[in-house]
């Protein structure tokens, strides 16, 4: 009876251990389901929270672009008129104006108020630069330029350390300026300032010299009887000279070059510019009274200087010595046979020194005449070939 109660006791225990076995297992699988129901949520929840996370960046990068686009939009304005502002101002021509003067500081305010009106009217066609050349002058003039403050121009000068004339100091002028167009005004303001713009409306066109020629003038008499004798000669001596004369040109800077390198002493800019040819056209003006001063041009000035421009662009002078001579020789040679024929034919005595005298004393001063011409064109090659520079420089201003 014993043992088989304590098999029975046996058996319960092991019933009840395998019960509560099996509600551990079934706990265990609750747990697992639960734990995976956990983690369905779970990610659901992340899938959720990503979901929104990348809508959020979506969203940021839609304002990022639209920040850049507005961005490249700015700087694409900023270019255009960055642009704009070259074209309109950099990429503006100047025009050096040159002026050369000598002995002027009496007329420097009133020809520099005549250059701001002139550079203040045109700024929107074109930027103005002024180069002043001081021609050897020994008052103040370059001390007026100094204390000059334009306003509506760039201002340049430069000091010659001697009188070099003229033509020279215009030359020193075309090399310190930095202008696209140079053109060259007068001290005495006889050229209205105006005539400036009008020889650029010329050049704009497509040519690359433009001439202001003289129609009429307000010289007086003699000046005026001089000067048309010696530019009606000149124009016939060179068909291209203005018959009338022209005092104010405007050059591109390819022409400008050329005259530079020309260095030529003894010569004169008008006929150096027709000569280097490019495409050329001319404006008619009338030339004014001087308003002030009185002019440097004495007569044997304007004399040495028709004798440099002949001699220099034309052999006419050495042609003219040239038949001169063979018309004497053959006047001479001819004389000569008819007083043989006289003396053997028709026993003429020759008579008389006087004549004799008469005909050397002339030939004579024909060949002196000859020799002048010759020795021009002599010393004009002599002061070429010695090499020495065309102008010297004291001193210069920028402003």
Same mark, same amino acid.
């Given at each position: 009876? +014993?043992?088989?109660?304590?098999?029975?006791?046996? !058996? =319960?225990?092991?019933?009840?251990?395998?019960?509560?076995?099996?509600?551990?297992?079934? #706990?265990?699988?609750?747990?697992?389901?639960?734990?995976?129901?956990?983690?369905?949520g779970g990610a659901e929840?992340?899938?959720?929270? =990503?979901?929104?996370?990348?809508?959020?960046?979506?969203?940021?990068?839609?304002?990022?672009?639209?920040?850049?686009?507005?961005?490249?939009?700015?700087?694409?304005?900023?270019?255009?008129?960055?642009?704009? %502002?070259?074209?309109?101002?950099?990429?503006?021509?100047?025009?050096?104006?040159?002026?050369?003067?000598?002995?002027?500081?009496?007329?420097?305010?009133?020809?520099?108020?005549?250059?701001?009106?002139?550079?203040?009217?045109?700024?929107?066609?074109?930027?103005?630069?002024?180069?002043?050349?001081?021609?050897?002058?020994?008052?103040?003039?370059?001390?007026?330029?100094?204390?000059?403050?334009?306003e509506n121009f760039t201002?340049?000068?430069?000091?010659?350390?001697?009188?070099?004339?003229?033509?020279?100091?215009?030359?020193?002028?075309?090399?310190?300026?930095?202008?696209?167009?140079?053109?060259?005004?007068?001290?005495?303001?006889? !050229?209205?300032?105006?005539?400036?713009?009008?020889?650029?409306?010329?050049?704009?066109?497509?040519?690359?010299?433009? $001439?202001?020629?003289?129609?009429?003038?307000?010289?007086?008499?003699?000046?005026?009887?001089?000067?048309?004798?010696?530019?009606?000669?000149? @124009? $016939?001596? $060179?068909?291209? $000279?203005?018959?009338?004369?022209?005092?104010?040109?405007?050059?591109?800077?390819?022409?400008? *070059?050329?005259?530079?390198?020309?260095?030529?002493?003894?010569? @004169?800019?008008?006929?150096?510019?027709?000569? &280097?040819?490019?495409?050329?056209?001319?404006?008619?003006?009338?030339?004014?009274?001087?308003?002030?001063? +009185?002019?440097?041009?004495?007569?044997?000035?304007?004399? !040495?200087?028709?004798? &440099?421009?002949?001699?220099?662009?034309? %052999?006419?002078?050495?042609?003219?010595?040239?038949?001169?001579?063979?018309?004497?020789?053959?006047?001479?040679?001819?004389?000569?046979?008819?007083?043989?024929?006289?003396?053997?034919?028709?026993?003429?005595?020759?008579?008389?020194?006087?004549?004799?005298?008469?005909?050397?004393?002339?030939?004579?001063?024909?060949?002196?005449?000859?020799?002048?011409?010759?020795? #021009? %064109?002599?010393?004009?090659?002599? *002061? #070429?070939?010695?090499?020495?520079?065309?102008?010297?420089?004291?001193?210069?201003?920028?402003?």
């Amino acid at each position: 009876m +014993k043992e088989a109660e304590g098999a029975g006791e046996a !058996e =319960g225990a092991e019933g009840a251990e395998g019960a509560e076995g099996a509600e551990g297992a079934e #706990e265990a699988e609750g747990a697992e389901g639960a734990g995976e129901a956990g983690g369905a949520g779970g990610a659901e929840e992340a899938e959720g929270a =990503g979901e929104a996370e990348g809508a959020g960046e979506a969203e940021e990068a839609e304002e990022a672009e639209e920040a850049e686009g507005v961005c490249h939009y700015k700087l694409l304005i900023y270019y255009l008129l960055l642009i704009t %502002y070259y074209l309109l101002i950099v990429m503006k021509s100047t025009v050096s104006i040159i002026i050369p003067l000598y002995y002027a500081e009496n007329l420097l305010l009133t020809l520099a108020k005549e250059l701001e009106n002139l550079a203040a009217i045109n700024q929107d066609k074109f930027a103005t630069e002024i180069v002043f050349v001081d021609d050897g002058s020994q008052d103040q003039t370059f001390e007026v330029v100094r204390n000059l403050q334009p306003e509506n121009f760039t201002l340049r000068a430069v000091r010659l350390a001697r009188n070099f004339k003229s033509y020279i100091a215009i030359l020193a002028g075309i090399g310190d300026a930095t202008g696209d167009y140079i053109t060259f005004l007068p001290q005495d303001l006889q !050229e209205p300032p105006d005539l400036v713009e009008q020889l650029f409306a010329q050049v704009q066109t497509g040519f690359d010299v433009a $001439w202001a020629v003289r129609q009429t003038r307000s010289d007086q008499f003699l000046d005026r009887l001089f000067s048309q004798l010696f530019h009606k000669l000149m @124009h $016939w001596l $060179w068909q291209d $000279w203005p018959e009338t004369g022209a005092d104010m040109f405007m050059i591109t800077r390819p022409v400008a *070059d050329v005259l530079l390198s020309m260095q030529e002493k003894n010569s @004169h800019i008008t006929g150096q510019i027709l000569w &280097s040819g490019f495409q050329q056209t001319r404006i008619f003006y009338h030339r004014q009274q001087r308003q002030v001063g +009185k002019s440097g041009w004495k007569f044997w000035k304007k004399v !040495e200087l028709a004798v &440099s421009v002949i001699t220099q662009f034309s %052999y006419l002078p050495i042609r003219a010595c040239t038949s001169l001579g063979i018309l004497l020789a053959l006047l001479g040679f001819g004389y000569g046979i008819l007083i043989i024929i006289s003396r053997l034919q028709f026993k003429i005595p020759v008579q008389g020194w006087s004549a004799l005298m008469v005909v050397i004393i002339l030939i004579g001063g024909f060949q002196l005449i000859f020799l002048g011409v010759i020795g #021009e %064109y002599l010393w004009r090659t002599f *002061d #070429e070939v010695r090499k020495r520079p065309v102008y010297i420089v004291r001193e210069k201003i920028r402003r």
